[in-house]
């Protein structure tokens, strides 16, 4: 761990990656005006950095961007999807098969951040050390990367921080418990359970800073960290909730160490850079909206059996494993300690025990129903198992014919795409068809994409997501309403995962010192070349 950074200026120089996770520019520029991110508005102001705005892709999740600015290939269909040939659902809650995709990625191209750490993601990028990172969490992380630093005595004997960490939990413990703040369907909700969240929250926050602190000054050359809580409060209570404004103040002043860190640093250079991965969109629920889920309605229209997979326990598989991780994770360090310290540890450890015996939940991954249905926000794969391959749509009408015409015509729906051949046809309200090869278009009644401005860059990232082997034989996207909301088909007050809304817009902080990325950025891959070839990394990984 003990790499110098790379000296010099310019391409040489060193560089740590912050992300919010969500965070759509518009929003940032909203908080900016209110004065909830005062430390970057005052870099702005400065003119020591600058904002731009830059584009996801196809899906807009965390699982794709990553994959996409880590490797430089962005083959993820969603947050969740089903692979025909091992007949299982994959989601990007499950470290092992997290690792499964990142030793995949691996195959094909090192990753953006060989030499260098990454903290709290699903993927490593190629660091050569993480921390609470999921395609890695079966490996033996935080006590690798804590060996001879004294790292974890440091947190603990750093008052203010640890001032901090109960401040932040008991703030984020009040607000689970305020009066409207938890949605009806979430309640009710134990007091345990929500402490537990409320702190599990804020160790990764303040632990996962500190850590980056210590990482800047051993002047590790590449550096990564994710910031999840925006992403976490505005799904839970909306996009401009009091809650998700709350999370960013409290992220801006973490922002701030680091930045100040990288700032400061009296040898070499290092560059510094705030990115989201994807943006968001102010969502209404399908089931909520219109009294059934998307699998109950298509399986009306089948007449035979639909699986969901996980997608029920989505977040008690989230929180559970989350919290398991950093059980784990203490357990092992814990062992290393003096015993003073880790008496002081099984008591942090107990509250987790009693939450993973009463929140561990059930899997059945070998349901053999004869569709499956993938969510990821406002994006929908639906598989039909009597095929191993992907599925053409005229085989899908043949087989289920009142089942893209049901789809189609729910208010529920904005558009249904399919493959034909080597063409992507897409289905709209009012009966639209809209057949794409290449550059040709051949459009039948109204126009499917009448509701998204720039429909050339639409069809695009549809050819990209449907060209995927592991995408679904049809795909839906979610209603785009009048106001910019989105129908979503999981139980969310923002969304992400699609298109429309603002789910595409990110946006990109850089040093003012630096050229303006090339206009256009539309994808995470574009942002990966942009960042080796400034870093001058090759193919293999090893820097110029």
């Not at 540890?345 to 899997?363: D, N």
């Not at 499917?448 to 592991?470: G, K, M, N």
């Amino acid at each position: 761990m003990g790499q110098g950074m790379v000296r010099g200026a310019g391409s040489h120089c060193a560089f740590a990656i912050v992300q919010i996770d969500g965070l759509p520019r518009a929003v940032l520029e909203s908080a900016i005006r209110r004065g909830i991110m005062p430390h970057l508005a005052r870099l702005l102001r400065l003119r020591r950095y600058r904002l731009t705005g830059w584009r996801c892709g196809l899906p807009s999740t965390t699982t794709a961007f990553q994959a996409g600015f880590f490797y430089g290939t962005r083959d993820i269909p969603g947050f969740r999807w089903y692979d025909k040939i091992r007949g299982e659902v994959v989601t990007s809650h499950r470290p092992d098969q997290m690792r499964d995709l990142q030793a995949e990625l691996e195959s094909h191209a090192p990753g953006l951040l060989q030499g260098g750490v990454t903290h709290t993601s699903l993927l490593s990028g190629g660091a050569d050390h993480v921390v609470f990172t999921l395609s890695k969490v079966l490996d033996v992380q935080l006590q690798t990367y804590l060996q001879d630093t004294g790292l974890l005595l440091s947190f603990l004997f750093h008052p203010l921080r640890v001032a901090r960490l109960l401040w932040y939990t008991g703030v984020g413990f009040l607000q689970r418990l305020r009066p409207g703040a938890v949605p009806r369907r979430f309640r009710p909700l134990p007091l345990t359970r929500l402490f537990v969240e409320a702190w599990v929250d804020a160790m990764f926050t303040e632990f996962m800073t500190f850590g980056v602190l210590v990482d800047l000054h051993r002047e590790t050359p590449r550096l990564y960290a994710n910031f999840t809580g925006y992403d976490e409060a505005a799904h839970r209570y909306g996009l401009l909730s009091d809650e998700a404004f709350w999370a960013l103040r409290w992220i801006d002043s973490r922002v701030a160490e680091i930045e100040r860190a990288c700032s400061t640093q009296s040898e070499g250079c290092r560059h510094f850079y705030l990115l989201s991965d994807h943006g968001m969109a102010v969502s209404h629920p399908f089931r909520s909206r219109f009294a059934k889920s998307l699998e109950e309605v298509i399986s009306q229209s089948v007449s035979t059996g639909v699986s969901v997979g996980p997608l029920p326990l989505a977040e008690a598989v989230m929180r559970y494993q989350r919290v398991q991780y950093l059980d784990s994770e203490l357990l092992r360090v814990q062992q290393a300690l003096p015993v003073w310290c880790q008496r002081l540890l099984e008591r942090t450890r107990r509250p987790l025990l009693a939450y993973l015996r009463s929140e561990e939940p059930s899997y059945d991954w070998d349901k053999g129903h004869d569709i499956v249905v993938q969510f990821s926000g406002p994006l929908a794969h639906i598989y039909f198992l009597v095929s191993s391959r992907p599925m053409d749509l005229p085989e899908v009408i043949f087989l289920f014919p009142r089942l893209a015409q049901r789809l189609v015509a729910h208010a529920g729906v904005e558009v249904v795409v399919g493959r034909d051949g080597d063409c992507l046809v897409i289905l709209g309200r009012g009966g639209g068809v809209l057949t794409c090869m290449g550059d040709s278009e051949s459009l039948d009644g109204p126009d499917p994409l009448v509701r998204f401005p720039d429909r050339r860059y639409v069809i695009h990232e549809l050819s990209h997501l449907l060209s995927l082997r592991q995408s679904g034989d049809l795909v839906v996207l979610g209603r785009i309403e009048a106001g910019g909301a989105v129908i979503t088909f999981e139980d969310q007050y923002a969304t992400h995962g699609g298109i429309g809304g603002g789910q595409l817009e990110a946006f990109l902080v850089y040093p003012a010192d630096l050229e303006q990325p090339p206009l256009g950025i539309n994808s995470p891959e574009a942002l990966h070349h942009w960042f080796a070839e400034r870093y001058q990394m090759r193919r293999d990984g090893i820097p110029g």
